[in-house]
């Protein structure tokens, strides 16, 4: 009688193939890039529409810009974070303002 540790009496067991661990996608943060010519209101409105922020939060990211020079407005797939940039660059360039959105690996 064979114990559920023994070995089959015919030496043919199962193979088992052990299951690759998938690694997780890079992620990519979007900069905005500060500028002297892009209004506020008009950096805060980019926030809210294109990333979803809150008046508030959308603010406090646009100062941040303003006085640092950049700041991550959030983090992304790579695919995600390079949709968020065009977006962002089209919207600008069709108002006519100078404002800069780029992104980099995290």
Do not use: W
């Not at 922020?53 to 006085?67: G, Q, R």
């Not at 640092?68 to 995600?80: F, P, T």
């Amino acid at each position: 009688m064979m114990s559920g540790d023994d070995p089959p009496e015919d030496g043919v067991g199962l193979m088992t193939i052990p299951k690759e661990k998938t690694k997780k996608p890079p992620l990519y943060k979007v900069l905005l890039l500060n500028d002297d010519y892009t209004p506020m209101e008009f950096v805060v409105y980019i926030l809210e529409r294109f990333f979803g922020l809150n008046t508030d939060a959308a603010h406090s990211i646009m100062l941040t810009v303003h006085m640092k020079g950049l700041a991550v407005v959030g983090v992304y797939s790579h695919e995600i974070a390079e949709t968020k940039v065009t977006q962002v660059m089209d919207y600008a360039r069709r108002n006519q303002h100078p404002l800069q959105c780029t992104m980099e690996k995290e």
